[in-house]
């Protein structure tokens, strides 16, 4: 059973562009949800995270938009650049000692 | 160094050889996570230690696999008698501390294939 359900599978946005990802989740007892980047051959690594007393969080160009009432959080990216062509998780906790991860999105940022 | 380190990176097995898979973590965190990450997938959760105790071990798909972390810091992920479709990422993370919202830091995991 997956408890967080991303999208889009795939995404290619255009540099300058703004990415959206999506993901939805069941879990009303979730109160962490992060954003996990991986490069390939890396592990990922956090992104940015929310928890669930705000409706957005923002860092630099990155920002998490979060809707309590219809389960679902998103990433957008501003000012997309090539170097953010990478794969994206969103995850949750259905308990405090694991994350349960999303399938992931892969992001290409063309020129 | 200052991050997650996991050994080997790759490893290749015959079907059936027992596979042995070492976690270096960030010195002093005192949660040890696992993961398997399949081609195209994300990470799925296997184990977690809270220095030396294996608290939950609810993700591991088999009897054949079995974690420990003896002394609350190196961790070592074992596969007994490797099967196809064992062949992943497998992911190892540290943090800081046990809550949910503790940042887990995670290494480059090792590949493994098994033929």
């Known amino acids: 059973q997956q408890q967080v359900k991303q999208s889009p599978q795939s995404l290619i946005v255009q540099k300058g562009g703004i990415s959206i990802i999506n993901c939805a989740y069941e879990n009303t007892a979730f109160d962490y949800f992060p954003w996990y980047q991986q490069f390939p051959g890396k592990g990922p690594a956090l992104l940015i995270a929310?928890?669930?007393?705000?409706s957005e969080k923002k860092e630099g160009r990155f920002t998490i938009s979060f809707n309590k009432s219809a389960k679902q959080f998103s990433l957008h990216i501003m000012d997309s650049q090539p170097g953010d062509s990478a794969t994206y998780f969103c995850a949750a906790p259905p308990a405090a000692s694991k994350l349960t991860f999303g399938t992931g999105t892969r992001l290409q940022v063309t020129l | 160094g200052a991050g997650v380190s996991q050994s080997p990176r790759y490893k290749v097995a015959k079907r059936g050889q027992d596979v042995a898979l070492r976690c270096d973590p960030i010195?002093?965190?005192?949660?040890l996570f696992w993961y398997q990450q399949a081609l195209g997938q994300g990470p799925e959760f296997l184990t977690y230690f809270q220095n030396e105790a294996q608290l939950d071990k609810s993700g591991l798909p088999s009897d054949r696999f079995f974690a420990e972390r003896p002394e609350g810091s190196v961790s070592t992920l074992k596969i007994q008698r490797t099967q196809q479709e064992d062949s992943a990422v497998y992911l190892c993370a540290s943090s800081a501390g046990p809550l949910s919202y503790n940042e887990q830091f995670f290494g480059p995991g090792t590949r493994l294939t098994v033929l």
């Open positions: 929310i928890r669930p007393d705000v």
């Open positions: 010195s002093g965190h005192v949660s």
